[in-house]
């Protein structure tokens, strides 16, 4: 997350500096914390048999919950990213991915808002909060691309069938 796309945005774009962000960052951080649930005993916790279902209504601890999606995630985009860059996919390609994703990562947003209260410190529920919440300023740092900046992003001189994406 934010690998391609955070150094195009301060280097090219430049919409806020990255001392104004990590500003925002923390002052998003005290929020959610201030705002986080009361940590429960997560040791008594009933076995799941459906991990989608339980995780969706909050009856996981938070890390089966954030790990796995998170990590699946933003393999899924590297790798989209990485093919993108070096002009295998095309831009509607990498549109599609994207638009796929965005399912599955509300789904995983309520799963771990939900699911918060199921940590040992409020601050990991905070801390998970605050990655789901990154991972929609990723989608619209990678919207502001993709409109306004493609070819900062995408191996234009590559893409012949796709040419027309990157005016």
């Known amino acids: 997350m934010f690998i391609n796309s955070l150094p195009l945005f301060f280097t090219h774009i430049g919409y806020a500096s990255p001392l104004e962000l990590l500003i925002i960052f923390l002052g998003l951080f005290a929020v959610l914390f201030i705002t986080a649930p009361v940590c429960e005993n997560t040791a008594n916790l009933p076995p799941f048999d459906n991990y989608l279902f339980a995780a969706w209504s909050g009856k996981i601890a938070l890390k089966s919950a954030f790990w796995p999606f998170f990590l699946l995630l933003n393999g899924c985009l590297y790798t989209v990213d990485l093919l993108a860059k070096t002009g295998l996919f095309t831009v509607s390609s990498w549109d599609d991915i994207h638009f796929i994703l965005l399912l599955p990562i509300f789904w995983w947003t309520l ?30 740092l990678k919207l502001l691309i993709r409109i306004d900046y493609p070819r900062l992003f995408f191996n234009c001189e590559d893409l012949l069938l796709d040419y027309g994406s990157c005016f």
């Open 111 to 140: 799963s771990v808002w939900r699911c918060s209260a199921n940590s040992r410190a409020r601050a990991w529920g905070a801390s998970a909060r605050l990655m789901t919440l990154s991972v929609f300023f990723e989608y619209a």
